[in-house]
């Protein structure tokens, strides 16, 4: 079985500037490249699980979006970083659709695609739901202070395994916590 790390993209790998479809929005944090790296180093399956409403609320198309998509994918490429997947839900809350975070719906899509342990994986993320997401589909998890992290630390009810100031000590805590 294969062990997989689910990372949330904004606020998580890049600055969360809004919703936002274009490459001169797009700033990587700091060492979050290299986290990437070190994760796929490790025989880690890198997936990102996002939503994406600002494709229901027609900011961007469904189209522009994944054409963005592809273009950050080939960046992260250009880095030597092979995301195996991007999950993206366009939804709006109020939707209730199946897929939207904290909803576990993309983490059993991508277990069952490419054989993954969940025991032995992480969902790492900015938001309080990326960390309920990860605790239900009975992933470790880590909370990041990128991002929105901080702003919402007060609304965390479900206690992540890990706090990490960004992408990169997550990563060294998840190294560190696995030898």
């Not at 606020?11 to 290299?34: A, E, M, P, Y």
């Not at 469904?62 to 250009?78: A, G, R």
């Not at 309920?132 to 202070?145: C, F, P, R, V």
Request: aromatic share 12%.
């Amino acid at each position: 079985m294969q062990k997989a790390v689910f990372l949330d993209r904004d606020g998580t790998i890049n600055k969360d500037v809004g919703d936002f479809c274009s490459l001169d929005k797009l700033f990587f944090i700091d060492r979050s490249i290299d986290a990437l790296k070190i994760l796929q180093e490790h025989n880690y399956l890198l997936i990102i699980i996002t939503n994406q409403t600002g494709i229901n609320k027609k900011i961007f198309s469904e189209e522009e979006f994944l054409n963005f998509n592809q273009q950050y994918l080939n960046i992260l490429k250009s880095y030597g970083i092979d995301i195996k997947e991007v999950f993206y839900c366009p939804h709006l809350k109020e939707e209730n659709c199946i897929c939207r975070k904290p909803k576990t719906y993309f983490i059993d899509v991508a277990k069952e695609k490419y054989n993954i342990d969940l025991n032995n994986s992480y969902t790492i993320g900015d938001h309080p739901h990326d960390v309920e997401m990860g605790k239900n589909a009975n992933t470790k998890t880590i909370y990041l202070l990128s991002g929105h992290g901080q702003k919402h630390l007060n609304e965390l009810n479900t206690k992540p395994d890990f706090i990490a100031k960004n992408l990169y000590g997550a990563v060294v805590w998840i190294i560190n916590n696995t030898k």
